[in-house]
Antibody, heavy 123, light 108 residues
C-alpha cells in the first residue's frame, strides 16, 4: 500500500522560505511517477505547485506552475525515498494546506495523496 | 482564473442522477480526471484520465467527455457523495496539469 506523508513547519514568517518534505512508503521514489505538490488555500480550490520525475536514467526532471516558478524548487532525496518543496519569499497568500501526491507517468491523474499539512505565513 | 471551468455548486435529490461538468479548450485534446474532497480530508481520485474508476470507487461514478466538456456523472446519489468535486487536465500548452475551480455537490 503506497502512502505519502508530508512534514515540515506549520508556521513560516513573511519573506521566509517554506520547506516541506514528503516521505514515500510502499513505492520507490525512482519509479515511473511524477511526484507532486498541490496546495489549497483555506476555503479555496486546488493548485498544482510543481512536479518532479526521478529515475536511475533521468534524475530530477521538474515542471513548475508558471505562476510560482520563480520561487519554487522541488528536489528528491533518493537515499530517504522522499521529495521536498521549497517556496521562497512567502507572503500571507501562500497560507494553505499543502499536499504531496503521486501522478503515474502518462496518467494525467493524481492517484495517491498525502493527508496534507497546513502552513500559515505570519509574523 | 482557471483554464478549466466548473459550476460552483450543484444539488441533487437523494437517489437521483447528477452530472458535474468541466469546460476548457484543452479538453478537446486531453482527458480529465476527477477528485472528490470531503471537508477536512485530502482529495480522492474517483475517475482517472481514461475515464476509469480506481479500485474501491463505486460504479455509480462515471466519466465522459464531448468536445470541450468533461463530465462526472453520479447515478443514484447518496448522502455520502456530498463533497467538493474537482476536475483536472492539461493546460492549453499541454505542459502542465491544472485544476478546475471545484463544484460543491449538495445531496438533498
Amino acid at each position: 500500500q503506497v502512502q505519502l506523508q508530508e512534514s515540515g513547519p506549520g508556521l513560516v514568517k513573511p519573506s521566509g522560505t517554506l520547506s516541506l518534505t514528503c516521505g514515500v512508503s510502499g513505492d520507490s521514489i525512482s519509479s515511473s511517477n511524477w511526484w507532486s505538490w498541490v496546495r489549497q488555500p483555506p476555503g479555496k480550490g486546488l493548485e498544482l505547485i510543481g512536479q518532479i520525475y526521478h529515475s536511475i536514467y533521468d534524475s530530477g526532471r521538474t515542471k513548475y506552475n508558471p505562476s510560482l516558478e520563480s520561487r519554487v524548487t522541488i528536489s528528491v532525496d533518493e537515499s530517504k525515498n522522499q521529495f521536498s518543496l521549497k517556496l521562497k519569499s512567502v507572503t500571507a497568500a501562500d497560507t494553505a494546506m499543502y499536499y504531496c501526491a503521486r501522478e503515474p507517468t502518462k496518467s494525467d491523474a493524481f492517484d495517491i495523496w498525502g493527508q496534507g499539512t497546513m502552513v500559515t505565513v505570519s509574523s | 482564473s482557471s483554464e478549466l471551468t466548473q459550476d460552483p455548486a450543484v444539488s441533487v435529490a437523494l437517489g437521483q442522477t447528477v452530472r458535474i461538468t468541466c469546460q476548457g479548450d484543452s479538453l478537446r485534446s486531453y482527458y480529465a480526471s476527477w477528485y472528490q474532497q470531503k471537508p477536512g480530508q485530502a482529495p480522492v481520485l474517483v475517475i482517472d484520465g481514461k475515464n476509469n474508476r480506481p479500485s474501491g470507487i463505486p460504479d455509480r461514478f462515471s466519466g465522459s467527455s464531448s468536445g470541450n466538456t468533461a463530465s462526472l456523472t453520479i447515478t443514484g446519489a447518496q448522502a455520502g457523495d456530498e463533497a467538493d468535486y474537482y476536475c483536472s487536465s492539461r493546460d492549453s500548452s499541454g505542459d502542465h496539469l491544472v485544476f478546475g475551480g471545484g463544484t460543491k455537490l449538495t445531496v438533498l
